[in-house]
């Protein structure tokens, strides 16, 4: 888990470099487990302190920072977890994780200040299938131990062992845990279509919406398909859910007349082919699809402004 220390370096010396290299794998497991950027951020920061408030013998004393910083990590967000569902009771409308773009599109990210290039900075999440939206909403139903456990076990593969120091429980209990959160994945999960395919699809879409097509868009869309809005409060958005590709579709060509400078481009939200909608060179809008035999069964629509902080200025891509 934790980077080698350099030769020459004694076991028991933590090394400051290793210590940092450990930023981009607690900002990925915290992530996972929070599904949000700004909670993660706050929970590594956290993590780090804690680090930082030790002397120099405590530190020369733990066996392997890299499971250390993870562990505590992983306890800050269980804390955070417990503490977030009674914070969500209270948002206003719909909560949604919040959506990340593709490295290479990434602005003004926390690390770089908004000055760097398309590089690696630490505190980037990878995208894969454990952060599509989808995935992450799943995750949000599970209880906060359910979650742990699953996400530990399954996403970054740690030892049902480590897991159960983790949470104070026995493996035997973390395994029912990680069954449990298992089997809510199983009956969740679409079957995958090809990249290409879902591609595809989302361009469709966005020329329908452009054209402003109602046929079109409703071909797109299943009969029983739902669209999410998250806004906050902070800004308009739909407080429940739209359901059914008419009232979809009409809604649509209902935001598209109130914004006739809506521009529309095609953007990797979570790992996967999304939109983003932005008026006057300004990220209003990121929306994340789910797809299922060759229509859009889901659409989730971020517009709470506080979630698009990566996306802001993405009007050069």
């Not at 590594?44 to 405590?58: D, G, I």
Request: glycine share 10%; net charge negative.
């Amino acid at each position: 888990m934790s980077t080698p220390a350099e030769s020459g370096h004694h076991r028991s010396e933590p090394d400051l470099s290793a210590i940092v290299g450990e930023r981009r794998q607690l900002m990925n497991l915290s992530y996972r487990l929070l599904g949000s950027l700004a909670e993660a951020e706050d929970a590594v920061q956290e993590t780090y302190t804690r680090w930082y408030a030790m002397s120099r013998e405590q530190q020369e004393a733990i066996e392997s920072p890299g499971a250390w910083l993870t562990t505590v990590a992983s306890r800050v967000c269980l804390d955070l977890l417990g503490s977030a569902r009674v914070r969500r009771e209270r948002y206003v409308g719909e909560w949604i994780p919040e959506p990340l773009p593709d490295r290479t599109e990434w602005i003004g990210g926390p690390a770089d200040g908004g000055a760097a290039g398309p590089g690696d900075p630490a505190d980037r999440v990878t995208l894969d299938e454990s952060v599509n939206m989808a995935f992450l909403l799943v995750l949000e139903a599970m209880t906060p131990a359910e979650r742990v456990a699953f996400v530990l076990h399954d996403v970054f593969r740690y030892p049902f062992g480590e897991v159960a120091e983790i949470l104070g429980r026995t493996p035997a209990a973390c395994r029912q845990l990680a069954a449990s959160a298992r089997r809510r994945v199983r009956a969740a999960r679409a079957p995958a279509a090809p990249t290409a395919g879902q591609a595809g699809l989302v361009r469709n879409f966005k020329e329908a919406w452009e054209a402003k097509d109602i046929k079109a868009l409703v071909g797109l869309l299943a009969p029983d398909a739902t669209m999410i809005a998250d806004g906050g409060g902070l800004v308009g958005a739909a407080l429940r859910p739209v359901e059914g590709s008419e009232r979809i579709a009409q809604y649509l060509i209902h935001i598209a007349d109130k914004a006739p400078g809506l521009t529309l481009l095609e953007r990797t939200v979570n790992g996967q082919p999304g939109l983003v909608a932005q008026l006057s060179g300004t990220t209003v809008t990121v929306a994340a699809f789910g797809l299922t035999d060759g229509l859009v069964t889901r659409i989730w629509a971020v517009r709470n402004p506080e979630k698009l902080r990566p996306w802001t200025g993405d009007g050069t891509g």
